[in-house]
């Protein structure tokens, strides 16, 4: 199918002679691994909505449902790899110096397509805007605990939530991630807005772009005189800014799209 997709032979070129790339991924590419997007049907929030968990008000009011979401989530995605689209990602990045990944997802997915390919994670240039699923840190403001390992609890009662370990502290532990109304953690988002303005070409992949300021990351490319590739089965806001739009499931199209000949 691939070959045989509109602008693939021309984006393909633009991508092998650029010498900056920024990579900006979001829910779509891991669909084929099996993970539910977001917005799409049986997505995530297929039954919930985004504003009843993924907030520091749902976690306050409802401590115990947030951390089911999130135990939800965790278990499933224990069943799930990276994709094609994934590791043709990461042999992209580890054979060039220049090119960064954006993502705004939270399953370690390309962390684990980059540890598969012996590369030391986390890597240097990529850039988890939101997180990740699998840190839990403590909620207490101003606590500042972290650790790589979540947990599955029995979310069913608040006493056995898990309490943040540092003596005197006992804060609620919550995932690593960022929600809605939380600023994104800063080094990630000043680095991927330096990478973007830099490169020659943004390749945005499986993004309905419609949550910001991760949205606005390919916009700085364009804004430095590069283009858009994007790479999705359904238009979305940055379609119209796209040199070329590829119609299609990354996991097909990405190893098509960027490995060499
Ligand atoms: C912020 C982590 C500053 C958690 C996520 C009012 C008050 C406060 C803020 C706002 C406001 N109004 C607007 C905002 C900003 C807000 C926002 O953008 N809201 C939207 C809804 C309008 N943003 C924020 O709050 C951000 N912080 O602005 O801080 C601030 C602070 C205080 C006050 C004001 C400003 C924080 C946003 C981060 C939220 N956290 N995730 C968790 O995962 O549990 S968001 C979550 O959804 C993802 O991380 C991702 O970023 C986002 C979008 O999802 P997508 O990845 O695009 O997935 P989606 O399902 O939508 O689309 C999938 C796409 O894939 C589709 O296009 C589909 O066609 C395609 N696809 C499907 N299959 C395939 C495919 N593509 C390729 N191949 C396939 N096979």
Same mark, same amino acid.
């Given at each position: 199918?691939?070959?045989?997709?509109?602008?693939?032979?021309?984006?393909?070129?633009?991508?092998?002679?650029?010498?900056?790339?920024?990579?900006?991924?979001? %829910?779509?590419? $891991?669909?084929?691994?099996?993970?539910? #997007?977001?917005?799409?049907?049986?997505?995530?929030?297929?039954?919930?909505? %985004?504003?009843?968990?993924?907030?520091?008000? @749902?976690?306050?009011?409802?401590?115990?449902?947030?951390?089911?979401?999130? *135990?939800?989530?965790? /278990?499933?995605? @224990?069943?799930?790899?990276?994709?094609?689209?994934?590791?043709?990602?990461?042999?992209? !990045?580890?054979?060039?110096? *220049?090119?960064?990944?954006?993502?705004?997802?939270?399953?370690?997915?390309?962390?684990?397509? /980059?540890?598969?390919?012996?590369?030391?994670?986390?890597?240097?240039?990529?850039?988890?805007?939101?997180? &990740?699923?699998?840190?839990?840190?403590?909620?207490?403001?101003?606590? *500042?605990?972290?650790?790589?390992?979540?947990?599955?609890?029995?979310?069913?009662?608040?006493?056995? /939530?898990?309490?943040?370990?540092?003596?005197?502290?006992?804060?609620?532990?919550?995932?690593?991630?960022?929600?809605?109304?939380?600023?994104?953690?800063?080094?990630?988002? #000043?680095? $991927?807005?330096?990478? %973007? $303005?830099?490169?020659?070409?943004?390749?945005?992949?499986?993004? &309905?772009?419609?949550?910001?300021?991760?949205? $606005?990351?390919? !916009?700085?490319?364009?804004?430095?005189?590069?283009?858009?590739?994007?790479?999705?089965?359904?238009?979305?806001?940055? &379609?119209?800014?796209?040199?070329?739009? !590829?119609?299609?499931?990354?996991?097909?199209?990405?190893?098509? /799209?960027?490995?060499?000949?």
């Amino acid at each position: 199918m691939p070959d045989l997709l509109p602008g693939l032979a021309d984006a393909r070129a633009l991508l092998q002679a650029a010498r900056r790339v920024v990579v900006v991924t979001g %829910a779509g590419i $891991s669909a084929e691994s099996g993970v539910p #997007t977001f917005r799409g049907e049986g997505g995530v929030w297929g039954r919930f909505r %985004a504003e009843e968990l993924a907030t520091p008000e @749902a976690f306050r009011r409802d401590p115990c449902q947030v951390w089911a979401w999130y *135990d939800h989530r965790r /278990l499933a995605l @224990a069943g799930c790899a990276p994709n094609p689209g994934h590791e043709a990602v990461a042999r992209f !990045l580890l054979g060039r110096p *220049d090119v960064h990944l954006v993502t705004q997802n939270v399953d370690g997915l390309h962390q684990r397509a /980059l540890a598969a390919l012996g590369a030391s994670v986390p890597h240097p240039r990529v850039h988890e805007l939101h997180g &990740s699923i699998a840190r839990l840190r403590c909620a207490r403001p101003g606590c *500042d605990w972290l650790a790589e390992d979540a947990r599955r609890v029995e979310a069913d009662r608040l006493e056995t /939530l898990p309490r943040c370990p540092v003596p005197g502290c006992e804060g609620l532990l919550r995932p690593d991630v960022v929600w809605f109304g939380e600023m994104l953690p800063e080094a990630a988002l #000043t680095a $991927s807005f330096e990478a %973007a $303005s830099r490169a020659d070409v943004a390749l945005v992949v499986g993004t &309905s772009a419609l949550v910001h300021p991760a949205a $606005s990351v390919p !916009l700085a490319t364009l804004q430095g005189g590069g283009v858009l590739v994007e790479v999705n089965p359904e238009p979305t806001p940055l &379609s119209r800014h796209a040199r070329w739009g !590829l119609r299609g499931p990354a996991g097909a199209i990405l190893p098509a /799209l960027l490995d060499p000949a």
